[in-house]
């Protein structure tokens, strides 16, 4: 899918750059929320749900 093409691109791009090992390594990305981590963002993973205001 496009959306996770572009979420993985983001989520490595501190790993390419030698900052983390692991994208979910980073107190602050929603690569956390992906793995099950605890993270201190609030993502939404199903963008289908959300409704039109």
Do not use: C
Not at 3 to 20: F, M, P, R, S
Not at 27 to 52: C, D, P, V
């Amino acid at each position: 899918m496009f959306l996770d093409q572009k979420l993985n691109y983001i989520h490595n791009n501190l790993v390419v750059e030698g900052i983390v090992e692991r994208p979910e390594d980073y107190l602050y990305s929603s690569a956390r929320n992906y793995t099950g981590l605890r993270n201190y963002l609030e993502i939404i993973k199903e963008w289908g749900k959300l409704e039109r205001i």
